[in-house]
Each structure stands twice: as C-alpha cells, then as structure tokens.
C-alpha cells in the first residue's frame, strides 16, 4: 500500500472470523492440539514449518504453544477499537500476543492487557458488557461466508483474492490493475 499511497487512499477493515465458534472462551485450549484436531497432524506439520519461515522473513517469530480459545470477545474489542480509530494498533498487538507471545486472546486478562497498552478505552466495561455483539455477529453474518476457504480473506474493490496469505507482488498487481 506504501507503494501506491500518492495515488490512492487505502482503508483497512479488520472483520471478524471465527476457526471455531465452539471453542472454550476464557484461558482456552492446547493451540498444538485444536490445530491437529481441525486441520489434521500431517498438514500441521506441513503448515506450521512453511508458515515460520514466511513469517521470518517480514519479521514474526510465530510460535505455537499456549492456548487457543474463542475469538468472539477479542473480536468485540477490535470493534470497539475502531470506534475509536485505533483497530490496526489492537490488531497488530493482538497479533504479537497470539502468534508470537503465546497467548490466549479469549483470555479477558490478556484483552485487557492488550486495550491498556494500545490505549482503547471502555475495554473492561464492554467485557462485563453485551456491547459490541451485535456489530460482531453482523459482520460475521456477512463477511464469514466470503473466509470458509481460510484467512485471511482480502476484498480489494470489494472483490475476494484467494483466501489465506497473499505474496505481496499479487497484492501490488492487483492494485496496479484497480488504478489503471
């Protein structure tokens, strides 16, 4: 987007998406094991040693211990934090703190930890809350559907890339195509 930004304005949305609705919330489960269980051991132990070496090469040190659990209040907060223009900064901490830090994001704890230090306010007060679920279960409404395939799933013009990670040249021809 750096490449392009004289000539277009970007807007980055983060949307909400779910691998498993039905996993425990709070401290969760083994991260190793729910991986084994949703995507099987042998493309785990396909996935996981491309997906380090990739993430070395932008700089993430993914890990893969800890837990794992139900996203849906993490997503709440990342909605919160766009209400208050702060949704990339959340994403990205909560980032660090799943992927690299092996922490639980259902974790209320962690959330809080995360909102604190990226400076969202009201986090603790939607936690105790029913705020933000509707918006949350609203766009996961619309945009899950658009994801089954894998995330994350890029909408470039309102139209989907492949799902999952995109090689940044695919990402700068597609932009190159929009504004020609």
């Not at 700089?59 to 702060?86: C, E, M, P, W």
């Not at 092996?102 to 604190?116: F, G, N, P, W, Y």
């Amino acid at each position: 987007m750096r490449r392009f930004s004289d000539k277009a304005d970007f807007q980055v949305t983060w949307r909400p998406y779910e691998l498993n609705p039905a996993a425990p919330g709070g401290k969760g489960i083994n991260k190793l094991a729910m991986y084994n269980e949703k995507f099987g051991e042998a493309r785990v132990k396909q996935m996981l040693p491309y997906m380090q070496q990739v993430g070395q090469q932008d700089g993430i040190n993914f890990s893969y211990g800890g837990n794992v659990g139900n996203t849906f209040d993490s997503h709440r907060l990342i909605s919160l934090a766009q209400k208050q223009g702060k949704q990339d900064e959340l994403v990205e901490e909560l980032f660090r703190n799943y992927f690299e830090q092996e922490k639980c994001i259902s974790d209320h704890e962690v959330l809080l930890a995360v909102a604190q230090k990226v400076g969202v306010a009201g986090a603790a007060e939607m936690l105790r809350s029913t705020a933000e679920v509707e918006e949350v279960r609203a766009d996961l409404r619309q945009f899950m559907p658009k994801a089954q395939q894998g995330v994350p799933q890029f909408l470039i013009d309102g139209r989907p890339l492949q799902p999952g990670a995109q090689d940044v040249r695919e990402l700068e021809e597609r932009f190159a195509a929009i504004l020609r």
